[in-house]
């Protein structure tokens, strides 16, 4: 078995364009509507640290239930344990350097800086896995990278770049680095057993969520706080799993920029609705760039596909 981490495995067999954009579509759906909801634990006293654990004990169930329905055996050979753990802990590492990240920096810079993560995992898939996409693909994803930064843009004046932009760029290595990872071990392992891994990575990291939690302030144990958030995070690790199911039938070069920008579309739109106001002319332009984007890239004939 092949070793190198750096290299693509063997292709996969051909398989319809419709598999990897339902898959993606439908992390689109359940993030869009998790990011909208997703701070209303918070508002209720719970806060975002133990928000992030009750989030790890939801990807234990569709975990052994993916697992369970396949069929499959857990791989734990060398590579796919390499592989599965990385993906697993990029993606928890850099949402724990985020928590303490936010408390020292400006968070309307932070977000904007993070969201340009799916440009490393173009980057990485385009070098290394020689993957490419036609006309439509990559005017999508050059629209789609410009939306990211837009949604999460907002006036807050002048600022050092101190600690807080370092690791603002370290989040953004380790989420667009995950990405790639994700489409790497599809090569080789089943995409239940990586999101088993991932499950696996992120309920090891909860010690260092409880590290970060101030346990001095109030925190609301009602249903409105670890109930809530349980109802919120399932939809979050959904989400994760049908991103795997979608790198493994789909390109990075468009899934990525694809969900990406989605996501924070629906978020948007669902907010605007609930709020009954307009967002201000940097978050309209985005909505129309990210909209503009998924129509774009949801629409690139099937040779940009993996065959």
């Not at 810079?109 to 340009?116: D, E, G, Q, V």
């Not at 990278?145 to 380790?174: E, R």
């Amino acid at each position: 078995m092949n070793n190198d981490l750096s290299l693509p495995m063997s292709a996969a067999p051909a398989v319809p364009k419709s598999r990897w954009l339902v898959h993606a579509l439908v992390t689109m759906l359940t993030w869009g509507v998790w990011g909208a909801f997703a701070g209303l634990p918070v508002d209720h006293g719970f806060p975002e640290t133990l928000n992030y654990v009750v989030w790890t004990l939801t990807m234990i169930p569709p975990a052994w239930f993916v697992l369970r329905r396949a069929g499959v055996k857990f791989q734990a050979d060398r590579r796919s344990v390499v592989l599965g753990l990385a993906a697993g802990l990029l993606g928890a590492g850099g949402q724990l350097v985020l928590f303490y990240d936010v408390r020292i920096g400006p968070t309307y810079l932070i977000f904007p800086i993070i969201a340009l993560s799916p440009a490393l995992t173009i980057a990485l898939s385009y070098s290394l896995l020689g993957e490419r996409t036609g006309r439509l693909g990559l005017l999508g994803a050059v629209l789609a990278l410009c939306s990211l930064p837009l949604f999460d843009y907002g006036s807050g004046g002048a600022s050092n770049y101190g600690l807080w932009f370092w690791l603002a760029l370290i989040v953004l290595a380790a989420w667009g680095l995950q990405a790639y990872v994700i489409k790497l071990a599809n090569g080789s392992m089943s995409a239940e057993s990586i999101f088993g891994w991932m499950a696996l990575s992120a309920v090891a990291s909860i010690p260092f969520a409880l590290l970060l939690t101030d346990f001095g302030k109030p925190i609301h144990w009602g249903w409105s706080g670890p109930g809530l958030a349980a109802v919120i995070q399932i939809l979050n690790s959904i989400g994760a799993l049908t991103l795997v199911y979608a790198f493994r039938h789909g390109k990075a070069i468009v899934v990525s920029p694809l969900v990406n920008a989605g996501a924070p579309l629906l978020t948007a739109v669902i907010a605007i609705a609930m709020s009954g106001g307009m967002p201000g002319p940097l978050k309209v332009a985005g909505i129309a760039l990210a909209a503009i984007a998924s129509v774009l890239l949801a629409l690139q004939p099937d040779t940009a596909t993996d065959d």
